[in-house]
């Protein structure tokens, strides 16, 4: 199964990541539209993404959700109900939901950010 593995003593919240997973996935360079977030607090980073561990599958009353034959958690937005309850009960807080979108979306572990974050923080593995 592939996943984003991150190390936040290396970030340095230049938010490099963000924008390209924006870009990728929205076309827009905005962060809040990003599939991974970075904060900081007293000058540590605090790296959010989504690490598949799959409990939004059995919470979808839509049954949405589902794992892909790499192990990645995907959404098929043409079953979202847009309820949102996976926005709500995800244990990492890294599903997102944006008001421009009826749906709510995440990680999917493509390693776009990976390849572009100037600090290694940011690595994806099987």
């Given at each position: 199964m592939k996943k984003l593995v991150t190390k936040e003593d290396s970030?340095?919240?230049?938010g490099t990541c963000e924008l390209v997973c924006s870009k990728t996935y929205f076309k827009e360079e905005?962060?809040?539209?990003?599939?991974?977030?970075?904060?900081?607090?007293?000058?540590?980073?605090?790296i959010t993404t989504c690490t598949?561990?799959?409990?939004?599958?059995?919470l979808c009353p839509a049954e949405?959700?589902?794992?892909d034959k790499n192990g990645v958690v995907r959404i098929k937005k043409n079953l979202c109900a847009?309820?949102?309850?996976?926005?709500?009960f995800c244990p990492e807080a890294a599903m997102f939901?944006?008001?421009d979108y009826i749906e709510p979306?995440?990680?999917?572990?493509?390693?776009?950010?990976?390849?572009?974050?100037?600090s290694g923080a940011i690595s994806i593995e099987e």
């Open positions: 970030c340095t919240a230049c905005n962060r809040e539209k990003a599939c991974i977030r970075i904060e900081t607090a007293n000058g540590k980073s605090k598949q561990c799959g409990e939004c599958i059995d949405a959700i589902y794992r847009g309820c949102f309850a996976c926005v709500g939901h944006h008001s979306y995440k990680c999917i572990a493509c390693g776009l950010c990976a390849k572009e974050c100037p």
